[in-house]
């Protein structure tokens, strides 16, 4: 199995939150993606930091 570091968390496992930079209505909002947190977890390494790249095939 050949195991690289993720592309789109760049190996944290963590990405930013897409929804956290925007403001609505001039007030603060807890984001519903990431519980306003800030962090979602990656899609291509599911936490990990690593994805396999035998398994996109």
Partial sequence: MIQVICPSCKGSG???CP???E???DEKK???ECGGS???TCGACMG???I???AMA
């Fill in 48 to 50: 990990g930091g690593i």
């Fill in 38 to 40: 800030g962090k979602i």
């Fill in 30 to 32: 807890s984001c519903p």
């Fill in 52 to 54: 396999d790249t035998t």
């Fill in 14 to 16: 963590e990405k930013d």
């Fill in 23 to 25: 403001k609505a209505d």
């Fill in 19 to 21: 929804f956290c930079r």
